[in-house]
């Protein structure tokens, strides 16, 4: 089992980038899949979040009407769309599979090794 996410890099303020979240080893439609971020010396923090159960989304209100979470059944894989960077988005993303959409990191079953993200004003 196993969770990759890629697709990070270095962009300037106002650019865009898609996250992808790769799974192997398990479906990820039978979880809620949750994207978090950390910035250095910060907590690990929700971003966004489909649900396995009905592929409702949730945002963290710092990245809503800017970040659009999807997934892909058939390529077993979701995607994070990130318009509008700013400087405070630059963290380190990271993928994690769980049963429900929560901001709790203790709650997730699986997580991929994150892909870094840096946007420079």
């Known amino acids: 089992v196993q969770l990759q996410a890629s697709g990070g890099g270095v962009v300037q303020s106002g650019g865009s980038l898609r996250l992808s979240c790769a799974a192997s080893?398990?479906?990820?439609?039978?979880?809620?899949i949750n994207w978090f971020r950390q910035a250095p010396g910060a907590e690990r923090e929700g971003v966004s979040c489909v649900s396995g159960s009905d592929g409702s989304t949730v945002y963290a209100d710092s990245v809503k009407g800017r970040f659009t979470i999807s997934r892909d059944n058939a390529k077993n894989t979701v995607y994070l769309q990130m318009n509008s960077l700013k400087p405070q988005d630059t963290a380190v993303y990271y993928c994690?599979?769980?049963?429900?959409?929560?901001?709790?990191?203790?709650?997730?079953?699986?997580w991929g090794k994150g892909t870094q993200v840096t946007v420079s004003s």
């Open positions: 080893g398990f479906t990820l439609d039978s979880y809620s």
């Open positions: 994690a599979a769980g049963t429900f959409c929560t901001r709790y990191v203790g709650a997730m079953d699986y």
